[in-house]
T-cell receptor
Framework: DQQVKQNSPSLSVQEGRISILNCDYT??????FLWYKKYPAEGPTFLIS?????DKNEDGRFTVFLNKSAKHLSLHIVPSQPGDSAVYFC????????FGTGTQLKVEL | GAVVSQHPSRVICKSGTSVKIECRSL??????MFWYRQFPKKSLMLMAT?????????EQGVEKDKFLINHASLTLSTLTVTSAHPEDSSFYIC?????????????FGPGTRLLVL
């Protein structure tokens, strides 16, 4: 049972445009959400997080939106850069994290 | 920043041998460390959670006698894959958190690629 889902395995965006990565979850007990970026053969790198009491958190080019009623969160990257090309995992939980299956983002020149 | 290291980064071993993987938090004290496993093109799967000085809590389906976890200090946790078999081949990643609080960010190590022949 996949409690955290990223339905798009891949996404391709042009440099300078907005990248929108989506994530859905089923467990209403999740109260903390994070996005991680991962390059092949490396550990994930923390990007941005949001708690369930907020609906938006912004950090530079990265913004995370949370829609609790829809159990949906998204990561916006703007403007997208070639160096953003990686696999992005959303994660949800409390004391422990449940990860989505990841979305491969490719930012093209 | 918060830096977590893992050693070795890559290991190849024969079936039936045991392999130890170290996870260290280099610039902070980690009350809690986590061990994950990632299969190709799959999500990170939490194997176990360990708190310094206490026994690890294993996730359902993870054999605690096969995957021995020791969190001996606030900067070191080890995962030992005992009597490894080819199906244990995977990418193992640890993470560390300063506290066990619900909003505490986990910082990940670079991972260890295990190949069992």
């Amino acid at each position: 049972d996949q409690q955290v889902k990223q339905n798009s395995p891949s996404l391709s965006v042009q440099e300078g445009r907005i990248s929108i990565l989506n994530c859905d979850y089923t467990n209403s007990m999740f109260d903390y959400f994070l996005w991680y970026k991962k390059y092949p053969a490396e550990g994930p790198t923390f990007l941005i997080s949001i708690s369930s009491i907020k609906d938006k958190n912004e950090d530079g080019r990265f913004t995370v939106f949370l829609n609790k009623s829809a159990k949906h969160l998204s990561l916006h990257i703007v403007p997208s850069q070639p160096g953003d090309s990686a696999v992005y995992f959303c994660a949800a939980g409390g004391n422990k994290l449940t990860f989505g299956t990841g979305t491969q983002l490719k930012v093209e020149l | 920043g918060a830096v977590v290291s893992q050693h070795p980064s890559r290991v190849i071993c024969k079936s039936g041998t045991s392999v130890k993987i170290e996870c260290r938090s280099l610039d902070f004290q980690a009350t809690t460390m986590f061990w994950y496993r990632q299969f190709p093109k799959k999500s990170l799967m939490l194997m176990a959670t360990s708190n310094e000085g206490s026994k690890a809590t294993y996730e359902q389906g993870v054999e605690k006698d096969k995957f021995l976890i020791n969190h001996a200090s606030l900067t070191l946790s080890t995962l030992t894959v005992t009597s490894a078999h080819p199906e244990d081949s995977s990418f193992y990643i640890c993470s560390a958190a300063r506290t066990s609080g619900i909003s505490e960010t986990q910082y990940f190590g670079p991972g260890t690629r295990l190949l069992v022949l």
